[in-house]
């Protein structure tokens, strides 16, 4: 059981728009900072989106982070078939002492 | 460019110890926390430990903490995972990655994550 809840699955068209949640509790995400991770099978995680809405250099503006209260957002634009992977979010828990993830959700483009 | 290449992995019988490390590179090693995590067959990721920049903090997942130690050698830019009294349930690829910052008090982001390796516990 994930500290961190996310949907298992998301799906939509390419060129949509797609939005994932991460819901939290205060001592995770409604008092520290969200990353997400995005996952090929087989191959380790790449950071998309840290400090909760901050892009790494040469991730492309499609890829947007929010939140808000104990909960955070992922959200990806102009999907492309290249987009689906599993996506996992992640914080620091102040009261477990650990870093805690979502369970991840596995994004399709049909 | 920036590298971190984990090794160590293997078939290991339960209650038998194992020694994973990461070697890094293309990046100034002192500076950054260091994290291990996990992921076992089909399943999502679990964060095992971290180790602050200078190794003087750590922390760890309950589910490892009194079994795994973390630790790092600066001058040889190294990270080092020992797992002691293994559990079949430790099977998973085993990730290093690097921290935003210092990693103490608190961690940040996982800029960085090494390709993995394969540890499985059986008998």
């Known amino acids: 059981q994930s500290v961190l809840t996310q949907s298992p699955s998301v799906s939509a068209a390419p060129g949509q728009r797609v939005t994932i949640s991460c819901s939290g509790s205060?001592?995770?995400?409604?008092?520290?900072?969200v990353s997400w991770y995005q996952q090929f099978p087989g191959t380790a995680p790449k950071l998309l989106i840290y400090?909760?809405?901050q892009r790494p250099s040469g991730i492309p503006d499609r890829f947007s982070g929010s939140k808000s209260g104990t909960s955070a957002t992922l959200g990806i634009s102009g999907l492309q078939t290249g987009d689906e992977a599993d996506y996992y979010c992640?914080?620091?828990?102040?009261?477990?002492?650990?870093?805690?993830f979502g369970g991840g959700t596995k994004l399709t483009v049909l | 460019q920036m590298q971190l290449v984990a090794s160590g992995g293997g078939v290991v019988q339960p209650g038998r110890s194992l020694r994973l490390s990461c070697t890094a590179s293309?990046?100034?090693?002192?500076?950054?926390?260091m994290h291990w995590l996990r992921q076992a067959p089909g399943k999502g990721l679990e964060w095992v430990a971290l180790?602050?920049?200078?190794?003087?903090?750590?922390y760890y997942a309950d589910s490892v903490k009194g079994r795994f130690t973390i630790s790092r050698d600066n001058s040889e830019n190294t990270l080092f995972l020992q797992m002691n009294t293994l559990r079949p349930e430790d099977t998973a690829v085993y990730y290093c990655?690097?921290?935003?910052?210092?990693?103490?008090?608190?961690?940040?982001?996982?800029?960085?994550w090494g390709q993995g390796t394969r540890v499985i516990v059986s008998s």
């Open positions: 205060s001592s995770n995400i409604g008092n520290n900072h």
């Open positions: 992640g914080t620091w828990d102040s009261s477990l002492r650990t870093v805690v």
């Open positions: 180790i602050s920049y200078d190794g003087r903090n750590n």
């Open positions: 990655a690097r921290d935003r910052w210092g990693g103490f008090p608190v961690p940040a982001a996982l800029t960085y």
């Open positions: 400090d909760s809405d």
């Open positions: 293309g990046f100034t090693f002192n500076f950054h926390g």
